[in-house]
């Protein structure tokens, strides 16, 4: 402050002193990088998950958290541990979850996203109570629904160009997005998972204590594909199609929503699904209402690890 004082000749009225005081502020702040404070979003879709989560990290007024509704949606914000989070739900279906994710982004200083929640199994590998940790997220439902052209094919449109393997009448398409950098949209296959947060998943895996479901041993699974469409899907000729065109291990109505925003925005995110269901693999009625709050509570306490991991 002395060189500052210098420069105007060791005169110190007040109102120069604010003045040199906020600018010598703003100067540091440049020379110290003004790094941001991680904020880490923990969130889930609906009731049951957004419970297993508040238990999981501890989220109450009487441990410090303080809620902030915008929009009517809530958000708690406080500590877990060292690291400072916001909890929120997405809601359910592709547009709930693209709205409020990018609603909490833009109102809050969010650093990385961590989503933990029940989907349909989609690997026939898996079973229900697995936790599957995808690499990448697409969408399944980005589709033309096209008419028979009476042959045993279907009337395409010209600007259409068939991109994957059709399930009868409807043909899936890349979705095309942009973001700061791209001069125009771009079609984007899949969105990816950030790198750290999988490998801080890879690390978890081997830590977190036996769980079993339904009788065996559940498995953790890091990488491979998810998918997602604003449809809850129970039919097993769907469920193998699934498999066969994008070998998913999963399938929900948020995920991949999350992760295009999570893009869009150049944020950090993984996203941990536990399986409640077999998207129609099962024999007869599908069995989520019996395995939403245990699966809901085994994949909350995996994301828990991660963020230990950390």
């Not at 049951?48 to 508040?54: D, F, H, K, N």
């Not at 958000?75 to 709930?96: A, D, Q």
């Not at 296959?189 to 790198?195: H, K, R, S």
């Not at 999963?250 to 995920?255: G, W």
């Amino acid at each position: 402050m002395k060189i500052l004082f210098a420069l105007h000749g060791g005169r110190r009225r007040p109102e120069r002193l604010l003045a040199l005081v906020f600018l010598a502020c703003g100067w540091l702040g440049v020379f110290a990088g003004e790094a941001r404070v991680p904020l880490l979003a923990i969130c889930a879709a609906y009731p049951p998950e957004i419970a297993a989560l508040q238990r999981e990290f501890g989220v109450a007024e009487s441990r410090g958290f303080k809620a902030t509704t915008i929009n009517g949606l809530v958000f708690w914000r406080g500590r877990y541990g060292r690291r400072e989070v916001i909890l929120f739900r997405t809601g359910v279906s592709l547009v709930n979850a693209a709205y409020q994710l990018q609603l909490a982004l833009d109102r809050f200083p969010i650093t990385a996203v961590l989503f933990a929640g029940v989907a349909g199994g989609t690997d026939p590998a898996l079973h229900v109570g697995d936790v599957v940790v995808p690499e990448r997220w697409a969408y399944h439902g980005e589709s033309a629904y096209l008419n028979p052209d009476g042959r045993g094919g279907y009337l395409r449109p010209d600007f259409f160009k068939a991109t994957y393997e059709n399930f009868g009448m409807i043909f899936p398409n890349d979705v095309s997005v942009i973001r700061e950098g791209e001069e125009d949209f771009v079609a984007v296959p899949t969105f990816p998972a950030d790198a750290a947060l999988l490998a801080a998943a890879r690390q978890a895996v081997p830590k977190m204590p036996s769980t079993r479901k339904a009788g065996r041993e559940v498995v953790f699974r890091v990488g491979g594909t998810g998918v997602s469409a604003s449809v809850f899907l129970d039919h097993a000729p769907y469920r193998e199609w699934l498999f066969r065109v994008w070998q998913a291990r999963c399938t929900d109505m948020e995920s991949t929503a999350l992760a295009h925003v999570a893009w869009a925005n150049k944020t950090p995110i993984l996203i941990v699904r536990g399986l409640s269901d077999l998207a129609g693999g099962q024999q007869g009625a599908n069995p989520i209402d019996q395995n939403e709050a245990t699966v809901s509570g085994i994949a909350a306490r995996f994301l828990r690890q991660v963020v230990d991991e950390l």
